[in-house]
């Protein structure tokens, strides 16, 4: 039974008239010979005059005579505007170039329409096929290893559902080697120390590590050598002037690995001899103090806490970077961090990954090489105008080039630049009620979202929309509930131990 039929409109709109007694919903998708198309907008419709209407309404509410029609369902009616989503032709998935027929009958879409996707190589599994409310049974993959170093945008407000988004990405990630990932975990919910998380996962033990300042048994503490600290790791962390900057560079030329020490244990003269002024001394030794938490007491460096220290970890990045390679996943618990010190840590740990990369590259040894993919939480604290070149910003303009990428969270898109956000060429849109963050996103997709503004904002928790150039266009999905997934693994697990 047809639910609506096509009465007008024009290329990317078009006119259904709904059924009496169906129901059309923002963001289903209706099928009509071999087009697939989207609900975007609805509206009420009428063969009645507005002021019969008025006239007629006006009675009913104060009670007076029967105001009921005569063929009701003919007279007023519901309008949905849709666009053409996709065109199957030869079994192949084609950008719609035409309209639908006139007073075309159209029907709600089932699994059997989408039998042209496929399984890419190297899958990262994203969710299921959504129509308006209603899942199909239809799972949504796109190339991962390609799709991971060209750059994944998550962008929601709060309570739609990005953390729930990237458990089941890592979920999926774990067996699979072709990425090695780095989640810096602000909130300590990915792991799952007193909850579920990755740790539950059957392949945890060999694919995850997790650094923290408190690790459970078998993790690993955090904590970085001083030693393996250089004047590019401040970028974009530690507000430094031009001068200040200068002085970095002519301490660590002149001391190497020890320029640290030996900057904040420099005396005025001794400064004054390399060219740097008292007051800048002064000040640059104040803001390295509080930037690594440490102390100089008789011409001795000390740490006064446990993240940065002068003894010990001279391997951990190394160890972090090498794991990346070898398609693994770390999880850094930076919950008990200030903001500072957590990206300070986050910049050296990438900042090492994305050199390695580089140096495979200029040998010819990146195709031997996972992708490499950084995990960041609010992101514009690192990619925004106000954070400065960095690290995360290079990777986001030419990460691709050396299979390095970032999967960006964020809940204020419209404070990314937009040459980031353009290169960010997955977006998995979760719902959005800010007009001004939703226009930043569309304006950004791979795919035509000008008239999608309504229907992200009706997303509810756990429905996203993927507009990626690694799909052929933009696909509503309804992703797993991530417990879901943990007590499917525990229930298939029990199974094959009762079947032996």
């Known amino acids: 039974m047809p639910i609506g039929q096509i009465v007008g409109g024009e290329y990317g709109e078009v006119l259904i008239r709904q059924k009496s007694g169906r129901t059309i919903e923002i963001g289903d998708l209706l099928a009509i010979d071999d087009l697939i198309l989207q609900v975007l907008d609805l509206e009420y419709g009428s063969l009645l005059e507005k002021n019969d209407i008025e006239r007629m309404s006006g009675m009913e509410l104060e009670g007076y005579e029967e105001t009921a029609l005569m063929e009701e369902e003919i007279r007023n009616y519901i309008y949905a505007k849709a666009k053409p989503l996709v065109r199957i032709k030869d079994g192949a998935p084609r950008i719609p170039k035409i309209l639908p027929p006139f007073f075309g009958n159209l029907e709600r879409v089932n699994k059997e329409d989408f039998e042209f996707l496929d ?15 209603q899942v199909l049974e239809v799972p949504i993959h796109i190339n991962g290893k390609e799709a991971l170093s060209h750059h994944i945008l998550i962008p929601a407000t709060t309570g739609r559902g990005k953390s729930n988004l990237v458990k089941v990405m890592l979920w999926n990630l774990i067996p699979k080697g072709y990425a090695g990932l780095l989640i810096i975990d602000p909130h300590d919910e990915y792991y799952g120390r007193n909850e579920k998380g990755a740790k539950d996962h059957p392949e945890a033990g060999k694919n995850i590590e997790y650094y923290s300042t408190d690790p459970p048994s078998g993790g690993y503490h955090l904590r970085i050598n001083l030693s393996i600290l250089r004047p590019w790791d401040l970028r974009g962390i530690v507000d430094i002037t031009e001068a200040q900057n200068q002085a970095l560079y002519v301490y660590y030329g002149k001391y190497g690995k020890n320029w640290l020490e030996n900057l904040l244990t420099s005396s005025l003269e001794e400064a004054d001899s390399h060219g740097v002024r008292e007051t800048t001394l002064s000040a640059l030794k104040r803001k390295l103090r509080l930037a690594f938490d440490i102390s100089v007491k008789n011409e001795e460096v000390r740490p006064n806490g446990n993240i940065f220290v002068n003894k010990g ?6 160890d972090i ?14 919950s008990s961090l200030p903001e500072d010190k957590e990206l300070l840590i986050a910049g050296i740990i990438t900042d090492r990954i994305f050199k390695n990369y580089k140096s495979y590259k200029e040998k010819g040894e990146l195709e031997d090489k996972p992708t490499a993919a950084i995990v960041i939480e ?12 960095n690290v995360f910003h290079q990777i986001a303009r030419e990460g691709r080039k050396f299979r390095v990428g970032l999967i960006a969270i964020t809940q204020l898109s419209s404070m990314i630049p937009r040459e980031i956000l353009a290169n960010m060429n997955t977006k998995i849109i979760l719902g959005n009620e800010m007009k001004s963050e939703r226009d930043a996103i569309i304006g950004s997709a791979a795919q035509d979202l000008s008239k999608d503004s309504k229907n992200i904002a009706s997303l509810d928790k756990g429905e996203a929309i993927v507009s990626s ?12 509930l991530f417990e879901d997934l943990v007590e499917d693994e525990r229930g298939s697990k029990k199974k094959l131990e009762f079947f032996g």
């Open 469 to 480: 150039i690694f799909t052929k266009f933009a696909v509503p999905i309804k992703i797993d």
């Open 378 to 389: 609010e992101a514009p604290r690192v990619l925004g105008e106000r954070a400065g070149r």
């Open 313 to 318: 970890s001279e391997a951990l990045v190394r």
């Open 119 to 133: 399984d890419p190589q190297d899958s990262l599994y994203l969710g299921k096929v959504r129509s308006g409310s």
């Open 321 to 334: 970077a090498k794991s990346i390679e070898d398609g693994k996943k770390v999880i850094l618990d930076t």
